[in-house]
């Protein structure tokens, strides 16, 4: 079974770039959703997909967007780049409904 | 909203000694409850959960007890090694527009010392 992976590890933007992070969720999973964890912090819910559509989204900015595709994988797009956007972007897969979320290793964003 | 509060850290500890991590939740409803480590420069890994009140979680060595009356999920272990030093975070699941998502704690850092 193969798990959760994300793409890539590592990643430094300078201000007002854009950024796509990738996500491939664990075998069979057909939820993922994505979450910033900012140094010292506890991770915040970015959004969530299903079914290629977007079903829930926490407080974040519209230039935060995202995809999901046929295979469930996912990306995570960022628009206009701020400083504060620099953090470790975690993905987790899980099946829908009320279950279990497993994450990857996340990619760190850092914002020049 | 609800919200998860764990107590501050860091925690160190000598190995083989007694832990405990306290988490405790604001919620409406009876959420799922979970803790999750972290290892440096990792992602987050599930240690374990519990569903339903009076539920015990266990695994590796950890326990956790969701206890509805105090609202607390508190983190235990007997005998703790220098491999535990990670953070943790306690967390709880809920619905927000039909996404099933985690609200996590700040996170304690446990550092354990041979």
């Known amino acids: 079974e193969t798990g959760v992976t994300q793409s890539p590890t590592h990643l430094i933007k300078t201000r007002g770039q854009q950024v796509t992070l990738r996500c491939s969720s664990q075998?069979?999973?057909?939820?993922v959703s994505w979450y910033q964890q900012a140094l010292g912090q506890g991770p915040q819910f970015i959004f969530q997909?299903?079914?290629?559509?977007?079903?829930g989204r926490g407080n974040f900015p519209p230039r935060f967007s995202g995809l999901q595709f046929p295979n469930y994988s996912s990306e995570l797009n960022v628009n206009a780049l701020e400083l504060d956007d620099s953090a470790l972007y975690l993905c987790?897969?899980?099946?829908?409904?009320?279950?279990?979320?497993?994450f990857g290793p996340g990619t760190r964003l850092l914002v020049l | 909203g609800n919200s998860v509060t764990q107590m501050e850290g860091p925690v160190t500890l000598s190995e083989e000694a007694f832990l405990t991590i306290n988490c405790t939740y604001t919620?409406?409803?009876?959420?799922?409850l979970f803790w999750y480590v972290q290892y440096p420069g990792e992602g987050l890994q599930l240690l374990l959960k519990?569903?339903?009140?009076?539920d015990k979680g266990s695994n590796k060595g950890f326990e956790a007890t969701y206890r509805k009356e105090t609202t607390s999920f508190h983190l235990e272990k007997g005998s703790v090694q220098v491999s535990d030093s990670a953070v943790y975070f306690c967390?709880?699941?809920?619905?927000?527009?039909?996404?099933?998502?985690?609200?996590f704690g700040q996170g304690t850092r446990l550092t354990i010392n041979p």
């Open positions: 967390a709880l699941s809920e619905t927000i527009q039909g996404a099933q998502k985690l609200v």
């Open positions: 919620a409406t409803g009876y959420p799922s």
């Open positions: 519990a569903t339903k009140a009076d």
């Open positions: 987790a897969s899980s099946l829908e409904g009320p279950k279990t979320q497993y």
């Open positions: 997909y299903y079914r290629e559509e977007e079903n």
């Open positions: 075998s069979g999973h057909n939820t």
